[in-house]
């Protein structure tokens, strides 16, 4: 399984970038998208999830309600609308998926996800 992140850039802050994430298989194989975010020096963090079975969609409580997941089964491609960007939402973005339901408890866990993306800069800045 491969997974290709692309979409970031440099912004600047309240700007908006969308995030895609292309999964080389197809969502019956698997039951959980996430997206996660890491700076140098700090731990990945989890950012936002999604469930292909149902849509159940959790986030990270510092971007709720400006970052939004989405997901186009048809493409096997995976989004993340992010608006209102700040200078702290500046990381390296990966996303992931694994084959494992997932409850709200872990779904932002990055021990919770076996495949991964290479990552996209984001960057917000003047």
């Known amino acids: 399984v491969q997974l290709q992140a692309s979409g970031g850039g440099l912004v600047q802050p309240g700007g908006s970038l969308k995030l895609s994430c292309a999964v080389s298989?197809?969502?019956?194989?698997?039951?959980?998208v996430a997206w996660f975010r890491q700076v140098p020096g700090r731990e990945r963090q989890g950012v936002s999830f999604?469930?292909?079975?149902?849509?159940?969609?959790f986030y990270a409580n510092s971007v709720k309600g400006r970052f939004t997941i989405s997901e186009d089964n048809a493409k096997n491609t995976f989004y993340l609308q992010m608006n209102s960007l700040k200078p702290e939402d500046t990381a390296i973005y990966y996303c992931?998926?694994?084959?494992?339901?997932?409850?709200?408890?872990?779904?932002?866990?990055?021990?919770?996800?076996?495949?991964w993306g290479r990552g996209t800069q984001v960057t917000v800045s003047y």
């Open positions: 999604i469930s292909t079975s149902d849509g159940t969609t």
């Open positions: 298989a197809s969502t019956l194989d698997y039951y959980a």
């Open positions: 992931a998926i694994d084959g494992r339901p997932k409850v709200r408890s872990t779904a932002l866990s990055r021990y919770e996800y076996d495949y």
